[in-house]
């Protein structure tokens, strides 16, 4: 018997139900980029791979790829734990893609996807150290048509982010629920951190967790040991200069500089719950985008921040990328 048609064989009975399935193949991923921060945030990331079906028997076939980044105290683990993996890449609806889970979990909770010196340049771990690794062990297919980005709550503040910054890299983007896209004034009451040791601090205490988070990704001070990062306020009052840098990490601040980029992509989608506490931040970000002239679908739904992730990731995100990303390799 041919080896043409042992594999032809092989292929039909991997097609057959029951026998066809999704695998999870899970990395670690070395990241220049992320080194030397002062953290001490590893370098060195956990990524879990869904691979289509079809992976382990068409060897010549490459394949579009999604990247999808995980929200404020989640990680990798726990984005995989909500997904089903073959009802997942069944959602594609027909188009067989590759499915890129990277943890992005810090000291403080989370990395927001920013560069800094305090928690290290996950921005580039992103769009650079992990695209490059993925192209290179797994069978893709490397161009920006064919590559998405997607993320739910902070990892919906990454996907504007990165998406906006690296329109060579990723053709078509998608952020659930972003939060952080408009600037964050000094609020009566900030002065308490002052005080306050964040070493002791659980991803229970959200809202203080995730203060110091913010703080360390979006205004880093390599000269102010032990936390490394400025605060919003100084002896009790507002400091001007932290919270401009704050702002300029924002979306709704640097649209204008990056709507040019925004435009070059191939498809921008946005969504939020009509019960989200992100409500009015996000529909702020659709009137920005819509000021700006950036086209993009914007999308309201009947439910809260959390409750309705896993089915719109399936029902809404993963068709997107299947209508948007180029299946075909040059």
Not at 17 to 30: F, N, Q, S, Y
Not at 67 to 82: M, Q
Request: hydrophobic share 40%.
């Amino acid at each position: 018997m041919s080896s043409k048609l042992i594999g032809a064989l092989f292929a039909l009975l991997l097609t057959l139900p029951g026998v066809a399935h999704a695998r999870v193949e899970t990395i670690k991923v070395h990241s220049p980029s992320i080194e030397g921060n002062l953290e001490g945030n590893d370098a060195t990331r956990k990524v879990h791979v869904i691979l289509p079906p079809g992976y382990d028997y068409e060897f010549e076939r490459r394949y579009p790829v999604v990247y999808f980044l995980h929200g404020f105290t989640s990680t990798a683990d726990r984005t995989l734990e909500g997904i089903d993996p073959d009802a997942a890449l069944a959602a594609f609806e027909g188009q067989e893609m590759i499915l890129v889970l990277p943890d992005s979990y810090t000291k403080r909770g989370g990395s927001f996807y920013a560069s800094g010196s305090t928690v290290g340049d996950f921005e580039s771990f992103i769009a650079k150290d992990l695209v490059a690794a993925i192209d290179l062990q797994f069978r893709t297919i490397a161009d920006r048509e064919s590559r998405g980005l997607a993320g739910h709550s902070m990892g919906g503040y990454g996907t504007l982010r990165i998406g906006m910054k690296y329109p060579e890299v990723f053709s078509s983007i998608y952020p659930m629920a972003p939060c952080c896209t408009q600037p964050r004034p000094s609020r009566p009451g900030d002065a308490k951190y002052e005080t306050m040791d964040p070493d002791t601090l659980t991803a229970e205490q959200f809202w203080d967790y995730g203060y110091f988070a913010w703080s360390a990704a979006f205004s880093p001070n390599p000269q102010n040991p032990p936390y490394f990062l400025d605060l919003g306020t100084k002896d009790g009052k507002p400091d001007a200069m932290t919270v401009a840098r704050w702002a300029l990490n924002s979306p709704a601040a640097m649209i204008s500089q990056y709507q040019g980029n925004l435009k070059k992509l191939e498809a921008i989608a946005l969504d939020v719950g009509e019960q989200d506490f992100l409500l009015e931040e996000v529909k702020a970000m659709h009137a920005q985008l819509d000021n700006f002239g950036v086209e993009h679908e914007f999308m309201l739904f009947e439910g809260d921040h959390t409750n309705r992730v896993s089915e719109r990731f399936r029902s809404q995100l993963l068709p997107f990328f299947a209508k948007h990303l180029d299946p075909e390799a040059e």
